[in-house]
């Protein structure tokens, strides 16, 4: 990183640092590939380390912001591997009678491991135990993002998720184009946006 962008992202107020991720993504790449990468990776299984521990040739948002997407890297990769994401269909007593809700489920055997997921993506959600099962040699934790916070979850980790990336794409889409968070009435979703719903519902049921 050179002396200019440094003083640029020094002047500026953390706000402005964080309104363009693209705007100074070139500072985060260079970071990721000086002495602060090992530092942040060998820190991958535990608690990060505070900005005052890390490179200090780089200015404090950079690193907070290396911090966080190296974060999101991590909970993209567990996502991936043990999540589910979904549209579920709830039912209703008014408008359409049924409805659809956005839905990210990371089940796992180690509870501290979802309270680092957990805590790494500070998304709202449920952290609960499954119900014992015979075949299970260990309790089954789960944490359930619902609605918006499973869209936010999705938006956090997009850059990172593979196998699950289409997937979130789907969510985008119906958030974008189902308006799931407007409100209606009580006779309901119109008849071009239900559909559009529908479509993105069974869109994400083909990708499983």
């Not at 962008?5 to 100074?24: C, I, K």
């Not at 608690?47 to 974060?71: D, H, K, M, N, Y």
């Not at 998720?161 to 407007?182: D, N």
Request: proline share 5%; net charge positive; glycine share 6%.
């Amino acid at each position: 990183m050179n002396a200019n962008n440094t003083q640029a992202l020094q002047a500026g107020t953390e706000s402005n640092v964080f309104q363009e991720y693209d705007s100074w993504s070139e500072q985060i790449q260079t970071a990721l590939q000086s002495r602060i990468w090992n530092k942040l990776a060998n820190a991958h299984c535990g608690p990060f380390e505070p900005a005052s521990a890390l490179q200090p040739g780089l200015s404090t948002a950079v690193q907070l912001e290396v911090q966080r997407q190296v974060g999101y890297a991590w909970c993209a990769g567990f996502l991936d591997g043990e999540g589910c994401v979904t549209l579920a269909r709830v039912r209703r007593t008014c408008g359409n009678r049924v409805n659809y809700r956005a839905r990210v489920h990371v089940p796992q055997n180690c509870l501290q491991t979802l309270l680092t997921f957990r805590n790494r993506v500070a998304e709202n959600c449920v952290l609960g135990q499954l119900p014992h099962r015979a075949s299970y040699t260990r309790p089954i934790y789960h944490l359930a993002y619902d609605g918006i916070h499973a869209f936010r979850l999705l938006q956090k980790l997009r850059p990172f998720l593979v196998r699950k990336g289409a997937e979130a794409e789907v969510l985008f889409e119906y958030y974008r184009i189902g308006e799931p968070t407007r409100h209606f009435g009580p006779k309901g979703v119109p008849t071009d946006i239900w559909r559009a719903r529908e479509r993105c519902y069974d869109a994400l049921r083909c990708l499983k």
